[in-house]
C-alpha cells in the first residue's frame, strides 16, 4: 500500500512539473502573440509527428531509467534509512520533464510557425494602367537595336540572332513591370479578337509570367482589332477610382476585324478619363521578316508588305489626351514607355499588405533554455548515481 502511494505520488509530481514547465516556456511566445498562435500556419507540419516520441523519452527517462539501475541484494536496509527523503527526492523527475517539454518546443520550432494575420497599410501612389498588346502575324517581323538591359528577357532567338516585334513588346514590358513598385497593370492580347490576360493587378510576379508566355500561336493571329482591345480594356477600367487611368496600345498594324470601330472605343475612354497612348511598333509599309536558313548557314529575310495607319493611332491619342509614338527599334519602344509614365499624374491610396513572419525563434528559445536547464540541473542539484 505504501509502495502504492509512492507511486502515485511520483506520478502526480511528474504530471505537475510537465504542466509548469510548459507553462513558464510558453510564456515567451505567449507574451508577443498571445492568441494569435491558434491561427498560425505551420510551413513544415510533418516534423510534428515527432511528437508522437517523446511520451517513449518521457518513459525511457523516468520509470524506464529506474529499471535499469542496478540493485544488489542485502540483508537489511537498516542503514539506509537515512538516505534522502527531502525535496530532491521528490523532484527527481524535473529534469526529464524539463528535457521533454524542452524538445517539443524545438519540434513545433522545427514545424516553421509563420504569422499570417497582422495585416498592415501603407500610403502609396500609382496609376490604373491596361496594356494592349498586339499578337497579330505582322509581329513576327524582325527588330533590331535591343538595349542590352533587355536582353535577359528574351528567351530564344528563332529569327537569325534578331528578335522580333513580340520578342522585344514583350522584353519592354517585362522591364516596365519590374521597375513598378504601387501601379497597378493590367493586360489585354488582340490579334482577330481580343482577350483579357490579366485586370489590373500589383501582382507583379504573375503578371510577368503571364506576359513572358505570349506568343503569334496563342490566338488567332491573321487580324488586328485595334478597337476591339481598346474597348475590352475601356471596359476593366470603368469602376477605377484613380486619378489616372491610361491604355497603351502596342501595335505594329492598321485596324482590321472585330466589331468596335477604334474612334468608338477612344470615345468611350474619353467619356470615362482614360488616356490612350498609342505606340507603333515599327514604321512604313514593310517589314523584314526572318526566312530561315541558306545553304551556308546565313539567315535570310524577306521583305513583306504590312499595312500601318499612323493616322489613326494619332487620332485615338488624342481623342484621349493622350499621345502618340512611333518606334523604329526596341530602344525607341523602351523610351516611349518611360516618357508616357511622366505624363501621368499618380493617385494616393491605401494599398493593404499582409505582413508574413516567421516564429520559429519564438518556440526555439524557450526550448533550448529547457533542455539547458535539464543538463544543468542534472549535472548539480539533482545529480543522480550511478
Not at 291 to 319: C, H, M, S, W
Not at 350 to 379: H, K, Q
Request: aromatic share 8%; glycine share 8%; hydrophobic share 45%.
Amino acid at each position: 500500500m505504501k509502495k502504492r502511494t509512492l507511486d502515485l505520488r511520483r506520478l502526480g509530481i511528474l504530471a505537475s512539473s510537465l504542466v509548469v514547465l510548459t507553462c513558464l516556456g510558453a510564456l515567451y511566445p505567449l507574451s508577443r502573440y498571445g492568441a494569435e498562435w491558434l491561427e498560425v500556419t505551420w510551413q513544415q507540419p510533418l516534423w510534428l509527428a515527432l511528437l508522437l516520441l517523446l511520451p517513449l523519452v518521457l518513459w525511457r527517462s523516468t520509470y524506464g531509467n529506474d529499471a535499469r539501475t542496478p540493485r544488489l541484494r542485502m540483508g537489511s536496509l537498516v542503514g539506509f534509512a537515512g538516505g534522502p527523503r527531502g525535496l530532491r527526492a521528490r523532484l527527481v523527475d524535473l529534469p526529464p520533464a524539463s528535457r521533454v517539454v524542452g524538445l517539443a518546443f524545438c519540434i513545433f520550432a522545427l514545424a516553421r510557425p509563420v504569422s499570417v494575420l497582422r495585416p498592415s497599410s501603407s500610403e502609396e501612389e500609382g496609376i490604373d494602367l491596361i496594356v494592349t498588346l498586339d499578337l497579330s502575324g505582322s509581329m513576327q517581323a524582325v527588330m533590331d537595336n535591343l538595349p542590352p538591359d533587355l536582353e535577359r528577357y528574351i528567351t530564344h532567338k528563332n529569327q537569325g540572332g534578331v528578335p522580333n516585334r513580340l520578342d522585344a513588346a514583350k522584353a519592354v514590358l517585362r522591364d516596365f513591370i519590374s521597375r513598378r513598385e504601387s501601379d497597378r497593370i493590367g493586360a489585354v492580347v488582340f490579334g482577330r479578337r481580343a482577350y483579357v490576360v490579366s485586370p489590373p493587378t500589383l501582382d507583379y510576379q504573375l503578371l510577368d509570367a503571364l506576359i513572358a508566355r505570349m506568343e503569334l500561336s496563342l490566338i488567332d493571329p491573321h487580324g488586328t482589332a485595334i478597337g476591339d482591345a481598346l474597348g475590352v480594356a475601356v471596359a476593366r477600367l470603368r469602376n477605377s477610382q484613380a486619378k489616372s487611368k491610361a491604355i497603351v496600345l502596342l501595335t505594329d498594324g492598321d485596324n482590321q476585324h472585330g466589331t468596335v470601330a477604334p474612334e468608338y472605343a477612344a470615345h468611350l475612354a474619353s467619356k470615362l478619363g482614360i488616356k490612350v497612348f498609342t505606340i507603333q511598333i515599327g514604321e512604313g509599309e514593310s517589314a523584314k521578316i526572318f526566312r530561315g536558313f541558306d545553304l551556308f548557314g546565313q539567315p535570310r529575310f524577306e521583305q513583306v508588305a504590312y499595312p500601318t495607319n499612323p493616322e489613326l493611332l494619332k487620332k485615338l491619342a488624342d481623342l484621349t489626351g493622350g499621345s502618340s509614338y512611333i518606334a523604329q527599334d526596341a530602344s525607341k519602344l523602351q523610351a516611349s514607355f518611360h516618357d508616357l509614365l511622366d505624363k501621368l499624374e499618380k493617385t494616393e491610396f491605401e494599398a493593404p499588405r499582409a505582413s508574413y513572419e516567421d516564429l520559429f525563434r519564438w518556440l526555439l528559445l524557450p526550448g533550448v533554455v529547457l533542455i539547458f536547464f535539464e543538463a544543468l540541473l542534472s549535472a548539480t542539484w539533482l545529480r543522480r548515481f550511478p
